[in-house]
């Protein structure tokens, strides 16, 4: 749920991992907190109702990682009233010998990026008492 409030569990990072998601990549936790902290002001202005499903959280001890599959979604306070909606799953691998910390975090969205990056334009349902 970090996209929406900010919140992350830094201690659970190496330092130098990869994240990677299907709009960017970088390396080091530090950019990761930066980046989720310049989001979280945008957020905080723009979108409401917005929130986190879990579906499922499964490890696999054999490949060294946790997988989670989930759901984002969000309206923002646009006056299209935009919604994002999206399914995908994140792999969390893992070092056991640095204190079982993640070093690369691959997530991966059902949808492609443009169509996810498209819904950011395409018009929402609007209040029920809107005309």
């Known amino acids: 749920n970090y996209l929406w409030t900010g919140d992350i569990r830094a201690d659970l990072y190496d330092e130098d991992c990869t994240f990677t998601d299907p709009t960017l990549s ?5 950019t990761f907190q930066n980046n989720v902290a310049n989001l979280n002001k945008i957020v905080d ?6 929130g986190t499903e ?4 499964e490890l696999l001890a054999e490949e060294e990682k946790v997988c989670a599959s989930w759901r984002m979604y969000g309206t923002f306070k646009l006056p299209w009233r935009p919604r994002l909606n999206v399914k995908g799953r994140t792999e969390f691998s893992y070092d056991p010998d640095n204190g079982n910390r993640v070093f690369s975090y691959d997530e991966f969205w059902k ?9 950011l334009v395409t ?6 008492d809107s005309s």
């Open 26 to 30: 970088f390396k080091g936790l530090s």
């Open 45 to 50: 202005v723009l979108v409401e109702e917005n």
């Open 54 to 57: 879990l579906y499922s959280i």
């Open 111 to 119: 949808l492609s990026a443009k169509d996810a990056l498209l819904q």
């Open 123 to 128: 018009p929402g349902e609007r209040d029920r």
